[in-house]
């Protein structure tokens, strides 16, 4: 065993038991937040918890985190960020990238009950959980939720993949999900980003976390729809976010 991990092991009931109790403490201030406050204090508290869960990371692990938007962003216009996905903290670093233009995510429906903060994020801050096993209802609550983003001018985050990648490497694109939300979002401007690095957060299984890692979440230049059909949109992402990582 290196000494890293050694170091890794260390540290890790420490990391667990914070993380553990800044889910629970930002669960209660969603809670109160979103009561009195309604849905602005809501998406405050959220911001706050995403840095919270990145700062942990950092001072906690060492862990260095490189996000990058290279480009100003047209104003009032939504967005569809399709990213490749490595690990859990990909979402803390998509919902802190685009926090101004109020990120919100596809996310399997299993994460939407018994996870503190999480899940209340999921059911009550306008993302949409989806049951990838039924198209019945994973479809039309997509096409709801790229009509609500459509209407909001918001930013809808989607894992194209369907699963997160163990090792770095991407898996193909799904084009389905990416689809409807392209076809109800007909002004959002879309935007590649590309994951590095946080795929190490989770090599032991979370068992210990590893030092050191270095995490980057960069937004690729956004695709021109014009003369495009969804199909080739969905690959020229894909294409994109590969050609950057080398892939």
């Not at 890790?12 to 937040?33: K, S």
Request: glycine content about 6%.
């Amino acid at each position: 065993m290196t000494l890293k991990k050694i170091i890794a092991w260390l540290i890790w009931p420490f990391f667990v038991l914070v993380f553990f109790l800044l889910l629970l403490i930002f669960h209660a201030i969603q809670v109160i937040a979103r009561t009195l406050g309604g849905y602005e204090a809501h998406k405050k508290s959220v911001d706050w918890l995403l840095a919270s869960l990145l700062w942990q990371l950092r001072l906690m692990l060492g862990t260095r985190i490189t996000l990058s938007l290279p480009y100003q962003l047209p104003p009032d216009c939504p967005l569809i960020v399709v990213s490749n996905h490595q690990s859990m903290y990909d979402i803390p670093m998509l919902g802190i990238l685009f926090a101004d233009r109020h990120a919100k995510y596809v996310s399997k429906v299993e994460l939407a009950k018994g996870i503190p903060s999480i899940s209340y994020n999921l059911r009550h801050g306008g993302s949409v959980c989806i049951d990838r096993k039924d198209t019945r209802q994973s479809l039309p609550a997509l096409k709801q939720f790229g009509e609500y983003l459509e209407a909001k001018r918001y930013a809808g985050c989607i894992f194209a993949e369907g699963t997160r990648s163990r090792d770095g490497q991407m898996k193909p694109f799904k084009p389905q999900g990416l689809s409807v939300l392209l076809k109800t979002m007909p002004s959002a401007l879309v935007i590649p980003v590309a994951i590095q690095g946080s795929w190490e957060l989770a090599r032991y299984g979370f068992k210990p976390i590893p030092i050191g890692v270095h995490m980057q979440c960069t937004a690729l230049p956004p695709i021109d729809r014009t003369g495009k059909t969804n199909e080739e949109i969905v690959r020229e992402a894909e294409q994109a976010i590969r050609n950057f990582l080398g892939q």
